[in-house]
């Protein structure tokens, strides 16, 4: 019925013609070349000044008509057209020749995981019904939920496997509302998952350019069905409430970042370390990796799990046959796909409520550490750090925790990376003796002096002159984007654009945390944006400074923590003080004192001070 309504048509094109290039430029360029080859110099040289001059205007008319075009009607379609113009969008690149070899290797390299697994047998419904919620009736969604969900899809997402674009569903919002909200209310009063929707088109995403191991250097994402994500976010809006997420779990959790969690993991490593009147102390930190987290995810495990959390009987029945005859096949550009394969575990990186199924199955991951070890533990995800305080004349006991959670991962039937699960000392008292390197079975752990956690360089001297230089290391690289916007002569605002959105991010990536920065640090970055906005032709004080910016990250990142009573870092800052008098402001923040600069410019203290 789509193909008769909305067929699809052929449309020729010229890929070798440069876009600017005109019918009236292609008969000037011939009447050149005619010229020349009857040998009529004079009027060839005349025909060469015209092709010039017409291409030197159509290039610039071609620029400024794009760049001026839709910024208000269409913004998306806008950045697209400057970013491509200024060659900051990524190269799509051609299929390869042998496209139906390589899609049927990767499809095995992704289900590489599962071919020796023992999964755990489903549980029945009568096993774990004491654990959960009796519902006669689950909740159902109103129509007017599922048009707001409709109306806001974004339409540039891709297309699952029953070929019904996003776009589709967005502009018939209004018409296709009804007979949706019949699919998701039978979905949800049934306890059944539409057999349709299980069926996954993983696009393989490089992690590292140019990828050069398949099994390591690929993330599989899966392209669902618009309707089965729609269905899920109506699901986990309705039963979000029954899933209780410990505060440590940063990752998919309202009012949670990699901010929040960088923020409360260094925090208390800069307060330990500190001149204390308890004296300096040592870190120990663990940064656990695990193998194909996602993929290695139980079923049945999962499924006792969320029984234990107490969630409704029908949205425990209606996960189980989410979970339940799952398959997927890669599909390449180009629209080469490969052979079907069962999915017997794992949760599918792509569809809504999958990272939320993920949170619960490792929920549990700390219980598995005794209590008086007292340790400290932040998930992101799959991304696991611990760390414990070492005082004067004790020693570590990571190796025990270590321990623990590989025999938790074992018991969960994951399995922990032994190459990129590392440990770091913190300490800058020479009295506390650095700890033996820790082993997982036989193979040792990597001790590190630096490491990249969530998209931020931490080094063992709580310095952030690493991270530093591996951003601006990125920015200049990024600074071409800006020589191309002036090349192609685009307006400054352009220009401004691009550096706002393509290299300005890239200097301010989790700026809370490591805002507080010497003054050759702060220079170093500042010299970033001056000779970017050189490049584009202002001057420097065209923008706020980016000190100035990282203050006002930091004070809105702090007001967060202050508000929220939950909040890991919420513990760092002082109560309220309360006035006695009759004055304007009532209630202030006492002052945070400390012993070192180290401390005095990490995120709480240094906030602190500015509010």
């Known amino acids: 019925m789509l193909d008769k309504s909305l067929p699809k048509r052929t449309v020729r094109a010229h890929p070798s013609d440069k876009p600017w290039m005109t019918p009236r430029i292609k008969h000037e360029i011939k009447a050149r070349q ?17 092709v010039t001059s017409l291409v030197s205007n159509a290039k610039k008319n071609y620029y400024q008509l794009k760049a001026e075009g839709t910024r208000e009607t269409n913004p998306a379609k806008w950045y697209k057209t400057i970013f491509d113009l200024a060659a900051a969008n ?12 390589l899609a049927e290797r990767l499809q095995q390299s992704f289900t590489k995981p599962w071919q020796n697994a023992n999964p755990t047998e489903i549980p029945d419904v009568g096993e774990i019904e004491h654990l959960l919620k009796n519902d006669t009736s689950p909740p159902l969604p109103s129509i007017g939920q599922i048009k707001a969900i409709l109306k806001h899809l974004n339409p540039r997402k891709a297309t699952g496997s029953d070929d019904i674009p996003p776009w589709l569903l967005k502009r018939y919002h209004e018409e296709l509302a009804p007979v949706i909200h019949n699919i998701i209310c039978s979905s949800i009063s049934q306890a059944k998952y539409p057999t349709l929707y299980k069926h996954a088109l993983v696009t393989p995403v490089p992690k590292i350019y140019p990828p050069n191991d398949m099994d390591n ?4 994402i899966s ?50 370390t500190e001149n204390s009147r308890d004296g300096r102390m040592g870190i120990h930190a663990l940064f656990i990796d695990f193998c194909k987290a996602f993929d290695l995810v139980d079923h049945g495990l999962l499924l006792k799990k969320l029984a234990k959390m107490n969630v409704s009987k029908s949205f425990w029945l209606w996960t189980r046959c989410f979970l339940e005859g799952k398959s997927q096949q890669v599909k390449l550009q180009g629209a080469q796909l490969s052979s079907i394969r069962p999915c017997p575990s794992g949760v599918p990186q792509g569809s809504v409520i999958s990272p939320t199924l993920f949170n619960v199955h490792v929920d549990d991951l700390e219980d598995c550490i005794p209590n008086y070890l007292d340790i400290n533990t932040h998930k992101y995800a799959d991304d696991c750090t611990q760390d414990e305080v070492i005082p004067y004349g004790s020693t570590s006991n990571m190796q025990k925790v270590l321990d623990a959670i590989n025999d938790w991962a074992h018991r969960n ?17 020479a009295a506390i003796p650095e700890p033996p390197h820790l082993k997982i079975g036989d193979d040792t752990i990597e001790r590190v002096k630096s490491f990249k956690l969530l998209g931020l360089w931490i080094d063992n001297t709580l310095k952030w002159n690493t991270h530093i230089d591996e951003i601006a290391r990125r920015a200049n690289k990024r600074l071409f984007y800006l020589r191309e916007c002036r090349r192609a002569d685009l307006p400054t605002n352009v220009g401004l654009t691009c550096y706002e959105s393509k290299l ?29 906005l050189k490049i584009l032709g202002l001057p420097p004080d065209s923008l706020q400074s980016l000190e100035q910016r990282r203050d006002k990250l930091s004070i809105r990142e702090y007001e967060k923590i202050i508000n929220d009573e939950t909040h890991p870092c919420r513990k760092y800052i002082p109560d309220m003080v309360t006035n006695m008098y009759d004055l304007r402001t009532p209630k202030t923040l006492p002052g945070i004192f400390s012993y070192t600069k180290r401390h005095e410019l990490s995120f709480i203290p240094r906030t602190n001070s500015l509010l």
């Open 223 to 272: 392209v669902l069905p618009q309707l089965a994500k729609v269905l899920e976010s109506i699901q986990l809006k309705l039963n979000k409430g029954d899933l209780k997420i410990k505060d440590n779990q940063h990752a998919f959790t309202h009012g949670r970042s990699t901010v929040s969690a960088l923020a409360s993991i260094t925090q208390n490593w800069f307060n330990k």
């Open 504 to 532: 300005r991010p890239v200097l301010e990536y989790a700026a809370p945390v490591w805002g507080g920065l010497p003054q050759y640090l702060t220079d170093e970055l500042e010299s970033i944006q001056n000779r970017s």
């Open 413 to 429: 039937k994951m399995k922990l990376n032994t190459k990129k699960t590392k440990d770091m000392w913190i300490c800058f008292k």
């Open 217 to 220: 250097d690929f993330r599989q």
């Open 90 to 101: 990524d190269c799509n690149s051609q299929p390869p020749a042998d496209a139906a070899d």
């Open 34 to 50: 005619k010229a020349f080859k009857s040998g009529d110099i004079t009027r060839y040289k005349l025909l060469c000044d015209k």
